[in-house]
C-alpha cells in the first residue's frame, strides 16, 4: 500500500522559505510520478510542481516557477519542495500525491492521482 507523508508547513513572512518533505512508502518499483498540489480556501486544488522518482524528470506551474524547487532523494524515498520568496497567495494547505509514471498523462491534474498525503498547512504572513 502507497503511503505519503508530509511534513514542513508552518507560518513564514512574507519573502521567506520554507522546506517541504513528501515521505513515500509502498511503492512497488522506482518509477512513479510525485506532485506538489494546494489548495487555498475556497479555491480548486491547484498542481505546484511533479518530479518523476526514475529520472528526476521536473514540471513546474508557471505561478512559482523560479521560486519553487522540486527534488528527491531516492535512497530516502522523500521527495521535498524547496519554495522561497514565499508571497501571501501560496498560503494553503499543500498536498504529495503519487501515481505510476506510465500512467500519468497531465501531471496536474489532480484527478490522475490516486495516492495522496494528508496535506501540511503553510501560512505566509504579509
Known amino acids: 500500500e502507497v503511503q505519503l507523508v508530509e511534513s514542513g508547513g508552518g507560518l513564514v513572512q512574507a519573502g521567506g522559505s520554507l522546506k517541504l518533505s513528501c515521505a513515500a512508502s509502498g511503492f512497488t518499483d522506482d518509477d512513479y510520478a510525485i506532485a506538489w498540489f494546494r489548495q487555498a480556501p475556497g479555491k480548486e486544488r491547484e498542481g505546484v510542481s511533479c518530479i518523476a522518482t526514475s529520472d528526476g524528470s521536473t514540471f513546474v506551474a508557471n505561478s512559482v516557477a523560479g521560486r519553487f524547487t522540486i527534488s528527491r532523494d531516492s535512497a530516502k524515498n522523500t521527495v521535498y519542495l524547496s519554495m522561497n520568496s514565499l508571497q501571501p497567495e501560496d498560503t494553503a494547505v499543500y498536498y504529495c500525491?503519487?501515481?505510476?509514471?506510465?500512467?500519468?498523462?497531465?501531471?496536474?491534474?489532480?484527478?490522475?492521482?490516486?495516492?495522496w498525503g494528508q496535506g501540511t498547512q503553510v501560512t505566509v504572513s504579509s
Open positions: 500525491a503519487a501515481k505510476e509514471w506510465e500512467l500519468l498523462k497531465i501531471w496536474v491534474r489532480s484527478n490522475e492521482y490516486p495516492y
